[in-house]
């Protein structure tokens, strides 16, 4: 299996500050990553796709980068709505899918 | 919009069956991947396995030996089995539509089932 790992494990960020979240693979996926954002007591909602593609309707203060086996999830100017936990997932053809342990955003 | 919707027993005892189904509702079950995934009270998430509207199936390995994965296209849903469950095995259940290389999504609400006698 494709193992997985993010960092920070916690992050204590503000209101219009920036921030970024790293997920790095065991093995290369090349682009097939994608970020979740989940709140408590619901589901993880889809935000980006294939490392960099945006969601439809999404806000675009979320953004996604990297391929091979690093990759991030910067959110531009954080709003009060976006602290949450965040997963990465790979789904590499031909390998179980996997995610990241998860990165809580809390408010500093 | 497509929706999802888990149903079954919320308390199963060790070593007996964990059974849950996904109801599809404002799409149909053979257009897409249909996966279940779980997460353990306050932990990560961790894929379960996915079935075609054809029945064929994919597991993680880690579970592959414990898990039955079906499908009732005439109902629009698809169902869970986990076998000999034990309190690991307890988590919020959920079922999710996979967008062919786009990620989960929609996702139903998730199910608490716990393992305890």
């Known amino acids: 299996d494709i193992q997985m790992t993010q960092s920070p494990s916690t992050l204590s960020a503000s209101v219009g500050d920036r921030v970024t979240i790293t997920c790095r693979t065991s093995?290369?996926?090349?682009?097939?990553l994608a970020w979740y954002q989940q709140k408590p007591g619901t589901a993880p909602k889809l935000l980006i796709y294939?490392?960099?593609t945006l969601e439809s309707g999404v806000p675009s203060r979320f953004s996604g980068s990297g391929s091979g086996t690093e990759f991030t999830l910067s959110i531009s100017s954080l709003q009060p709505d976006d602290f949450a936990t965040y997963f990465c997932?790979?789904?590499?053809?031909?390998?179980?899918?996997?995610f990241g342990p998860g990165t809580k955003l809390e408010i500093k | 919009q497509m929706q999802l919707q888990e149903s079954g027993p919320g308390l199963v005892k060790p070593s007996e069956t964990l059974s849950l189904t996904c109801t599809v509702s404002?799409?149909?079950?053979?257009?897409?991947?249909w996966s279940w995934i779980r997460q353990p009270p306050g932990k990560g998430l961790e894929w379960i396995g996915y079935?075609?509207?054809?029945?064929?199936?994919t597991f993680n390995p880690s579970l592959k030996s414990r898990v039955t994965i079906s499908v009732d296209t005439s109902k629009n849903q698809f169902s869970l089995r986990l076998t000999s469950v034990t309190a690991a095995d307890t988590a919020v259940y959920y079922c999710?539509?996979?967008?062919?290389?786009?990620?989960?999504?929609?996702w139903g609400q998730g199910t608490l089932v716990t393992v305890s006698s």
């Open positions: 999710a539509s996979w967008k062919a290389a786009a990620g989960f999504d929609p």
């Open positions: 404002g799409g149909s079950i053979s257009d897409y991947q």
């Open positions: 079935i075609y509207d054809s029945g064929s199936t």
């Open positions: 093995q290369s996926i090349s682009s097939w």
């Open positions: 294939k490392a960099s």
């Open positions: 997932q790979q789904y590499k053809p031909y390998s179980p899918y996997t």
